[in-house]
């Protein structure tokens, strides 16, 4: 499978942005969705996840703030950013895995990986 990210840009404090990832290939629905975020000298870092059964997690720092959601027709899964804080200034990575089926948060156990969109959060 294929991943494009797209929606990155510049957004000021308390301000909200959509990123998208589009997947090409068939059988969507059976991997496991995710997006990852890398800010400058730090390590790729998991942000959410949405399984193929649908199911959502968060990591703490974006819980309440970010929502994933994954439309399975589209073979698309976005991500809502909402209240954003300069933390959030990274490259944001979609990733796709289908080995499990239940939420997995190293980088090292998705197998495709779409190019990155960079969010500047400013203040």
């Known amino acids: 499978v294929q991943l494009q990210a797209s929606g990155g840009g510049l957004v000021q404090v308390g301000g909200s942005l959509r990123l998208s990832c589009a997947a090409s290939?068939?059988?969507?629905?059976?991997?496991?969705m995710a997006w990852f975020r890398q800010a400058p000298g730090k390590e790729r870092k998991f942000v959410a996840a949405?399984?193929?059964?649908?199911?959502?997690t968060y990591a703490d720092s974006v819980e309440g703030r970010f929502t994933i959601s994954r439309d399975n027709n589209k073979n698309t899964v976005d991500l809502e950013i909402t209240s954003a804080k300069p933390e959030d200034t990274a490259i944001y990575y979609c990733a796709a895995q289908n080995n499990y089926r239940r939420v997995v948060f190293g980088p090292h156990m998705y197998d495709y990986w779409g190019q990155g969109t960079q969010v500047t959060v400013s203040s």
């Open positions: 949405a399984i193929q059964s649908g199911g959502t």
């Open positions: 290939g068939r059988a969507f629905s059976t991997y496991g």
